[in-house]
């Protein structure tokens, strides 16, 4: 592991957090020893719109049972959950965060997912996966934490069949060239921040041999959403289970930052669907 890679999974270790979600589920009503997936989603999607954007994005795919899915960057797999759950893929989670992938298979026993999902420790630049074992990468926001665009897509090419998809929703760079306000969800400083112009990942894929199929700019929905959240905390308080649980004591900040620095164009939250035509 790299020293920013390091640097990245110390941000995201916050401890005991498969103990945390199970008393949110608890002082949520629902009892975790008979959890389902739709009763983590309220905390298992770290990135922008949770399930919400999940269901945009898949909504664009169509994933079968017989599908090879790769989850890159997984997170505690709420993603991977969800597309075990709703097409019965068979899904493997990659993550650089011990925790992460720890609380990803503990959640995903809980709910009896285990036998679709499978989730190891790994880089997404060097991932320890064989040529060409899958027809569809995900990734949502992970590519902020990564400075190698380019390794980045040469390695998810290499991890593709010919034919296969590679769908990212991640937050880039937006028109206005400002600094970021810190810290935000993903870094709480500069120096494991690597925000980048939509531009750059398309040059990166098409080195990669990846073609664009789609892309579409999700700023009015990512407003809306932070907009729905902020008046519903402000109403009733924040949520037990929610994924202010992975983002320590400055999780307040780091929203109120994102949504700055989203109103003032600093960030576009993206979604990218390519092709690997070669
Ligand atoms: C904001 S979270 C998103 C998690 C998950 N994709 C989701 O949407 O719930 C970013 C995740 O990317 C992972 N990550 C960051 N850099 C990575 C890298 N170089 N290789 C693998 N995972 C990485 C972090 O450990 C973290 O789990």
């Known amino acids: 592991m790299s020293q ?13 957090l498969t103990d945390r979600v199970r008393d949110a589920l608890i002082a949520s009503g629902v009892d ?6 739709a009763d983590l989603k309220a905390g298992d999607e770290f990135h922008t719109g949770g399930v919400a954007a ?29 597309v075990a759950d709703r097409y019965d893929s068979t899904v493997t989670g990659v993550d650089l965060t011990p925790e992460f992938v720890e609380t990803a298979k ?7 997912l285990s ?73 709480t400083l500069p120096e494991t921040s690597f925000v980048h112009a939509p531009e750059v990942y398309k040059e990166a894929a098409e080195a990669a041999g990846l073609t664009l199929e789609t892309e579409n700019d999700r700023t009015d929905f990512a407003l809306a959403f932070f907009e729905e959240v902020f008046a ?17 004591e400055t999780a307040p900040e780091k929203f109120q930052n994102y949504v700055a620095n989203l109103e003032a164009g600093r960030i576009r939250p993206t979604e990218m669907i390519f092709k690997k035509t070669g």
Not at 107 to 112: A, C, E, I, P, R
Not at 145 to 155: Q, S, Y
Not at 158 to 185: I, S, W
Request: glycine share 12%; proline share 6%; aromatic share 6%.
């Open 115 to 187: 036998h679709k999902v499978d989730f190891v420790e790994g880089s997404a630049l060097d991932m320890p996966l064989d040529d060409a074992g899958f027809d569809l990468a995900i990734m949502l926001h992970v590519g902020m934490n990564i400075e190698d665009k380019a390794g980045l897509f040469a390695e998810v090419s290499r991890v593709l069949a010919t034919g296969g998809t590679f769908a990212l929703f991640d937050v880039m760079g937006g028109p206005t060239a400002e600094p970021l306000a810190f810290p935000l969800p993903w870094s």
């Open 32 to 37: 975790p020893d008979a959890a389902t997936v």
């Open 54 to 82: 999940t269901d945009n994005l898949f909504n664009q795919l169509s994933p079968t049972h017989a599908t090879r899915v790769l989850d890159i960057g997984c997170g505690i797999g709420g993603t991977s959950r969800y």
């Open 4 to 16: 920013i890679e390091k640097a990245v999974a110390r941000h995201y270790t916050t401890g005991a």
């Open 232 to 248: 519903k905390v402000a109403k009733d308080g924040p949520a037990p289970l929610g994924i202010h649980l992975m983002m320590g």
């Open 106 to 112: 503990a959640l995903s026993d809980l709910v009896g």
